[in-house]
């Protein structure tokens, strides 16, 4: 079956613009995380949705935010883009307890803010 | 909230010689310990986890076991090989719910031949 498709691959964007990822998770996957992914930083936790409501969230600021439509995908948006938002942006999806699983990453949105 | 530690943050070791990564976690209330591996340009992939309620499990070459009253976790994987030359993340469970995770921050395994 398919995986965890993320769109776009690639994203260049200026200071201060807005910008949205895209994440479609595995068919059936009701759960959907982001993950911010640097060197310094590693995997940072952003926000978990689930049936369309976020579940849990990260220590992001509110320029982070998504959504979860009642297909499962989900968009993640950031506002106000900063130099340090540039970052490998990762979506994972799971099914029915985490714990039997884990998750599942797709590719990634690496965004380059300039 | 949890905070996983992760060591050593990088590793070399020669083609068919042991590789060991350690993780330390500090909630209690963890119950799911899953690694992941990132081959460079790639995704993480899921390549073990274990529950709480198991101290160890094994897959091929690949191994992880679990002291819930330290409180930390081991990935060990025998006969390494180039392939396994990647970035490793331990992470553990958090939430009542245990639906979303702290990552450590990786160590690059590095296997020379």
């Known amino acids: 079956k398919a995986g965890v498709t993320q769109t776009p691959r690639y994203l260049i964007k200026t200071r201060g613009q807005q910008v949205t990822l895209s994440c479609s998770p595995i068919?059936?996957?009701?759960?959907v995380s982001w993950y911010q992914q640097t060197p310094g930083q590693g995997l940072q936790f952003l926000f978990e949705?689930?049936?369309?409501?976020?579940?849990n969230k990260g220590n992001f600021p509110g320029r982070f935010s998504g959504r979860q439509f009642s297909n499962s995908r989900s968009e993640m948006n950031v506002s106000t883009l900063e130099l340090g938002d540039s970052a490998l942006y990762l979506c994972?999806?799971?099914?029915?307890?985490?714990?039997?699983?884990?998750?599942?990453f797709g590719s990634g949105t690496r965004l380059t803010v300039v | 909230g949890e905070n996983v530690e992760q060591h050593p943050s990088t590793l070399s070791v020669q083609e068919g010689d042991s590789a060991v990564i350690k993780c330390t976690y500090s909630?209690?209330?963890?119950?799911?310990f899953p690694w992941y591996k990132q081959e460079l340009g790639k995704r993480p992939q899921l390549i073990i986890d274990?529950?709480?309620?198991?101290g160890e499990k094994k897959d091929q070459r690949i191994a992880v076991t679990l002291n819930k009253t330290a409180k930390h976790f081991s990935l060990h994987i025998t006969e390494t090989q180039p392939e396994d030359s990647a970035v490793y993340f331990c992470?553990?469970?958090?939430?009542?719910?245990?639906?979303?995770?702290?990552f450590g921050p990786g160590t690059r395994l590095s296997v020379l031949p």
């Open positions: 994972a999806s799971s099914g029915t307890g985490v714990g039997r699983g884990g998750y599942t």
């Open positions: 068919s059936g996957h009701r759960s």
């Open positions: 949705y689930f049936s369309e409501t976020q579940r």
């Open positions: 909630d209690s209330a963890s119950n799911y």
């Open positions: 274990i529950r709480s309620n198991v």
């Open positions: 992470a553990a469970s958090t939430g009542g719910d245990g639906q979303n995770f702290v």
